[in-house]
């Protein structure tokens, strides 16, 4: 398997206006990753989202850094309606085309309206999602893009949710981003589900958290509540509660063999944590 890293990792110099999307690459590159996948593309003034992917696979050629994967936020149960949503993910599959990259990860349901959550569970809702999930798969196919959702957004989160997601899609063109930490957001055994999603990863997420009891007291600043009222906080890889080396063996084990991807959401100087975490992973992989 391979290293990569996320743009988002890099997100406290890019937000500080430090670095830009397209700077980051260089700074990837010479720490060593073996490629980079982008969040929703943030293009500065004046430039398109078009061009500046065009500009992100120029920078990727000329530094042989591969695009790996472009992440992309998405709502099949928006109230625009499922049409128009499967419509905009649809352009996004062309802009990773412009970017390189071959593989799309777009949310299922990020948020979920309130009339949803007050009269349908997700056994209701599941056909939309199905539906939506593999028309814009069918598309991403003839572009040679692989489409994915993550276990991701508390809704969507589960692994037993995500499973019945792909399987009913039933289309080898789409899997999922496996996440390694997002499952203690939803309060499941990482490697439990982990195992349970080997079988169709297609990109996977290293990533780890700091857990505290939800009985205890709030710690604060930079934690945040999973579903279930545990505090998390992202941690560099390796310093956290989540079993990574052990969900990475058990993916290893189903056979997949692509990129695992660096997303750390800490509070320490992101340069420092995406640093240690990388050695910490290169020892597990």
């Known amino acids: 398997m391979k290293i990569g890293v996320s743009s988002y990792s890099f997100q406290q110099l890019i937000s500080a206006g430090k ?22 593309l943030d293009p500065p003034e004046g430039v398109t989202e078009a061009q500046y992917a065009e500009m992100i696979r120029e920078e990727s050629e000329k530094l042989s850094l591969p695009v790996t994967a472009y992440t992309i936020s998405a709502n099949l149960l928006k109230d625009t309606g499922v049409d128009a949503e ?3 993910i649809c352009r996004k599959v062309d802009v990773a085309t ?18 949803i959550r007050a009269f349908a569970g997700f056994e209701q809702v599941l056909p939309t999602l199905v539906d939506g999930c593999k028309r814009v798969t069918e598309y991403a196919q003839t572009k040679g893009v692989t489409t994915m959702i993550e276990n991701h957004g508390f809704f969507c ?32 055994n990482s490697a439990l589900a982990a195992g349970r999603l080997a079988p169709y990863t297609k990109h996977v997420h290293a990533k780890d958290f700091h857990i505290k009891s939800g009985n205890g007291f709030d710690p604060g600043s930079g934690f945040f509540k999973s579903r279930g009222g545990n505090y998390l906080r992202g941690s560099i890889i390796g310093h956290g509660d989540i079993p990574v ?10 056979g997949y063999d692509g990129f695992v991807s660096i997303e750390f959401e800490g509070l320490e100087d992101c340069l420092k944590g995406i640093e240690i975490g990388f050695e910490n992973l290169k020892k597990m992989l």
Do not use: Y
């Open 157 to 188: 989160q589960d692994s037993e949710r995500v499973e019945k997601i792909i399987n009913g899609v039933g289309n080898a063109n789409f899997g999922v981003l496996l996440d390694i930490g997002n499952f203690a957001c939803a309060d499941e």
């Open 98 to 115: 412009i970017m390189g990259a071959k593989n799309l990860r777009h949310d299922a349901a990020w948020s979920v309206p309130d009339d």
């Open 86 to 88: 499967v419509e905009r």
């Open 245 to 254: 080396m052990q969900c990475l063996s058990i993916v290893k084990n189903s």
């Open 19 to 40: 670095e830009t999307q397209l700077s980051i690459m260089k700074i990837a590159k010479d720490m060593g990753f073996d490629g980079i996948e982008f969040i929703d």
